[in-house]
């Protein structure tokens, strides 16, 4: 991978990392469903349970990556797979029915890290990212957001580009 290459790996990373924190934050990830695999699904469903049987709302404010790292630890016929750290700073906190603060801060930033593994097939079409829709035929970006700004039909992004395979929080810094 070249520099060029990488600056454009670690940008998707942090567009999809950032997506699917604030998924979690709206206590729904539809919208991330299109570049996760199982286990961050399974990882992010039970997160929201969790809150949920709590009664309480997960709050990510100001939210950065800081550093994205990566190294290749599988490379096959198939597809290649990326080890990548990513640390984050954000206000992490989480609220209770009455908007009350019960975790964490709205005041200080934190900075954690998490290692995801970020998987991209072999089919990925490395063409672009403009495609037409599989629903209504527009033109669309598929790496902005997987659904089709018109009809709302989910691109299936492992067709087209990397996904998060799985994902684990190492820790607060």
């Known amino acids: ?27 729904n990830i539809d919208d991330v469903l299109h570049f996760i695999k199982e ?16 009664n ?8 950065n990556t800081n550093n994205i790292n990566m190294d290749v630890i599988s490379d096959d016929k198939k597809a ?11 206000l992490d906190y989480q609220l ?20 995801a593994k970020i998987i991209r097939e072999k089919k990925a079409d490395e063409s672009g990212v403009i495609r037409r829709c599989p629903g209504c035929g527009h033109s669309s970006d598929v790496n902005y957001s997987g659904k089709c700004q018109y009809c709302g039909a989910i ?8 996904q998060i395979l799985e994902i684990k929080e190492w820790g607060v810094l």
Do not use: W
Not at 40 to 53: F, M, S, T
């Open 1 to 27: 991978m070249n520099e060029f290459e990488k600056a454009s790996f670690r940008k998707k990373v942090s567009n999809m990392f950032i997506q699917y924190l604030i998924a979690i934050s709206k206590g």
């Open 56 to 63: 309480i709302t997960q709050k990510y404010d100001e939210l």
């Open 39 to 54: 286990q961050p699904r399974q990882y992010a469903e039970h997160i929201i349970d969790n809150l949920k049987k709590q």
């Open 155 to 162: 691109f299936n992004q492992e067709d087209y580009d990397y």
């Open 96 to 115: 209770d029915k009455n908007n009350k603060v019960v975790s964490g801060s709205k005041d200080c930033k934190t900075m954690k890290t998490y290692f």
């Open 80 to 90: 290649t797979i990326y080890g990548t750290a990513i640390t984050i700073d954000c």
